[in-house]
């Protein structure tokens, strides 16, 4: 049912607007179910069974790390020799940090309106952040070009980054389900389902190795630092 790309990933590949294959995390949107009414809607998409075989998840970020199982390619910054000047340091220190997830917990959550206009195009309204992204990935999954879709952000109730992209998928659900059925088409997140369906910000895992001397400084100030983004 989508015409276009269903990749909408808008800097690197992997969001997926709809899967068919392979449901990489839990909650991830299957398909949509379009009705009268919001409670309508909501109850009909609850009655769909999605048959699926099980694979084992990575769920822990060491042993994505283990595993090498990396979201995007790992990287390094490196000035002079770090190891040399660590191991001949006077004083060294080796820990690690883990830092949780976080929830944007916009006050206003996700929610998109999508209406044919005049010109035989479709005019999205949506809480964005950035609806210029918005228009090109509407048009890039109805495989139109840019000014078939019009976007209009009228206010937002709080963002803090969640808005950013997150924005984007439900706009053009909706503006999918207009180009099919030709007419306005609302999509609001119940904000039980909005913490599962979308991004947050990652949960990360540090480790790290220093050297020092007497005053905390590195002879030469020699430094690498490596950059994992694991599952």
């Not at 449901?23 to 999605?50: E, F, M, T």
Request: negative net charge; glycine residues 10%; proline residues 5%.
């Amino acid at each position: 049912d989508v015409p276009g790309k269903l990749d909408i990933g808008p800097v690197f590949p992997g969001d997926v607007l709809l899967t068919s294959h392979e449901i990489q995390y839990h909650g991830q949107p299957v398909l949509i179910v379009v009705a009268d009414s919001y409670a309508i809607a909501r109850r009909a998409a609850r009655l769909v069974v999605i048959e699926c075989e099980q694979t084992t998840p990575i769920l822990d970020i060491k042993e994505a790390i283990k595993k090498e199982h990396w979201v995007r390619p790992p990287h390094s910054l490196n000035r002079g020799n770090s190891e040399n000047a660590i191991n001949n340091a006077a004083h060294q220190l080796k820990g690690e940090i883990n830092i949780g997830g976080q929830e944007h917990f916009y006050l206003e959550g996700q929610i998109a309106l999508a209406q044919p206009d005049n010109d035989g195009g479709i005019h999205v309204q949506c809480s964005t952040q950035h609806p210029t992204e918005v228009q090109h990935l509407v048009a890039k999954i109805l495989k139109k070009p840019f000014s078939f879709v019009n976007v209009e952000t009228r206010r937002m109730g709080g963002a803090f980054g969640g808005k950013e992209t997150q924005g984007a998928p439900w706009a053009c659900l909706a503006a999918l389900a207009v180009y099919h059925l030709g007419c306005a088409v609302k999509m609001r997140l119940a904000r039980s389902d909005d913490f599962k369906l979308t991004g947050k910000r990652h949960p990360f895992y540090n480790h790290y190795h220093v050297g020092f001397d007497e005053n905390g400084l590195i002879e030469g100030a020699d430094i690498t630092v490596n950059g994992f983004c694991g599952y």
